[in-house]
């Protein structure tokens, strides 16, 4: 099962990538669980803190407190290889 966490502030675009990604992975038969974030604070907090994992992030660049490239700046310091 591939687990997969979305991160957006807009709701909307978080919406659209949810059901682009969904459909990209039922044409394939693949099991999926994708997690939502409002926030990258958020995101991060369930990786760091509580040691979520993903396989796959798609994280939106332009994200209040921290942008995209300071999340992944964040995981990679932490030592995860998302």
Request: aromatic share 10%; net charge negative; with cysteine.
């Amino acid at each position: 099962m591939l687990h997969i966490a979305i991160c957006d502030d807009d709701s909307s675009a978080l919406a659209g990538n949810k059901e682009i990604t969904e459909r990209c992975l039922a044409q394939y038969g693949s099991a999926w669980k994708i997690s939502e974030y409002g926030t990258s604070d958020n995101l991060l907090y369930d990786i760091t803190e509580d040691r979520f994992f993903f396989d796959l992030i798609l994280l939106d660049i332009m994200l209040p407190y921290m942008d995209g490239f300071e999340v992944c700046k964040a995981l990679r310091d932490d030592g995860n290889n998302v």
